[in-house]
């Protein structure tokens, strides 16, 4: 019998502001944009990356794959907040089949929850670290914040491939667009509604993960605290071109809480002796569409900071309406385009 491997992959983004569905083909000299689509979510219905309204989701998954014509009903989807932790470890080198014994105990010692509520997954980083040791890259995820992702997708009628981590997708299409030099300590801020998954890489190893409770609604947060309005007024004000209140003040706030996790990795790279710099820092997700973000964070920043569009070096195929980078569109992708990279 001969199987016919699926040419296609589709990342599933649930994110709290809006949906995002990506599929990528893998050609042998690259990988081409098949199809892609977004759908808006009111606010409420997922927040800080739980989801509140089932049904509401359900529906627009639905609505989703129908209006972006994605026939595949196979999908990668993937968690992110709170009930993830990323976290670099030591522990005594072992076999990567004794490893995944051994990282249960392990994790015991660094992950808040009871392990019976959790899904461990590991990554062997570095196998020679000092005597008997290897570092190892843990990730634990609350298993009812990923068989809740999962249960929803299915309620949708698709059949749920993996559930990744965000901001490992994120990482994905940073490396794909194939931006970063040799060495090079790169920072990536991807910036949703709720969360902002931060992550510093050097050669492609991350050397710190996390998700921050911080993201474009902050910043929406912070126009309607300055100017007392609702939140659609803010939201209005915001999209007006120019825009109808000053947003300075609390660009420069938002900017700073960004700002502030950035040194604060800095702080536990230069303290772990890992790194002593970020070189580069690259912005994605929507929050890369906030006017004025890569100037404010510049300014406090000693690296250079621009915006990743991460169809740089993909085949754009038809869906070519998605290629520009200055409309922000794509780095809005970047995480569903991470997930259907997914290899396996
Ligand atoms: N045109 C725009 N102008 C300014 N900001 C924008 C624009 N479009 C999106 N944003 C910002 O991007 C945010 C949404 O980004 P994104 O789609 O990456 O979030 P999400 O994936 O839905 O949320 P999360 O990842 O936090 O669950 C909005 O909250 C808004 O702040
Ligand atoms: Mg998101």
Request: charge should be negative; glycine fraction near 8%.
């Amino acid at each position: 019998m001969v199987f016919t491997r699926e040419r296609t992959r589709v990342g599933l983004d649930i994110g709290a502001s809006s949906i995002k569905v990506v599929e990528l083909e893998r050609l042998e000299a690259g990988v081409r944009l098949v199809r892609f689509g977004e759908v808006e979510l009111p606010p409420d219905v997922i927040v800080d990356g739980e989801i509140m309204d089932r049904q509401r989701v359900v529906e627009a998954i639905r609505e989703l794959l129908a209006s972006s014509g994605i026939s595949r009903r196979r999908v990668v989807t993937g968690v992110h907040g709170r009930g993830v932790i990323v976290k670099k470890i030591a522990m005594d080198r072992m076999e990567p089949e004794d490893a995944s014994e051994a990282i249960f105990w392990e994790a015991e010692q660094h992950v808040p929850y009871d392990l019976n509520d959790v899904s461990l997954d590991f990554q062997i980083l570095d196998v020679d670290m000092g005597p008997q040791q290897m570092q190892v890259l843990l990730v634990a995820a609350k298993r009812d914040l990923v068989l809740n992702r999962a249960e929803i997708i299915r309620e949708a009628g698709l059949v749920v491939e993996a559930v990744d981590i965000n901001s490992f997708a994120a990482l994905n299409a940073l490396e794909a667009a194939g931006i970063c030099q040799p060495g090079e300590v790169v920072a990536l801020l991807n910036v949703g509604a709720d969360i902002t998954n931060v992550n510093v890489i050097r050669d492609g190893i991350p050397l710190y993960t996390q998700d921050l409770s911080l993201g474009g609604n902050s910043f929406l947060q912070a126009i309607q605290k300055a100017h007392i309005l609702s939140r659609d007024e803010a939201l209005q004000a915001l999209q007006a071109n120019p825009p109808e209140v000053d947003l300075q003040g609390p660009l420069e706030e938002f900017a700073a809480n960004l700002s502030g996790s950035l040194d604060k990795s800095l702080h536990y790279l230069r303290s772990s002796g890992e790194a002593d710099q970020i070189d580069r820092i690259l912005v994605s997700g929507g929050g890369a569409l906030i006017r004025g973000i890569v100037e404010v964070l510049g300014e406090r920043q000693a690296a250079t900071v621009s915006i990743l569009d991460p169809l740089q070096h993909l085949d754009r195929g038809r869906a070519s309406s998605a290629s520009s980078a200055d409309n922000g569109v794509s780095s809005q992708l970047a995480v569903g385009i991470g997930l259907a990279l997914r290899k396996e």
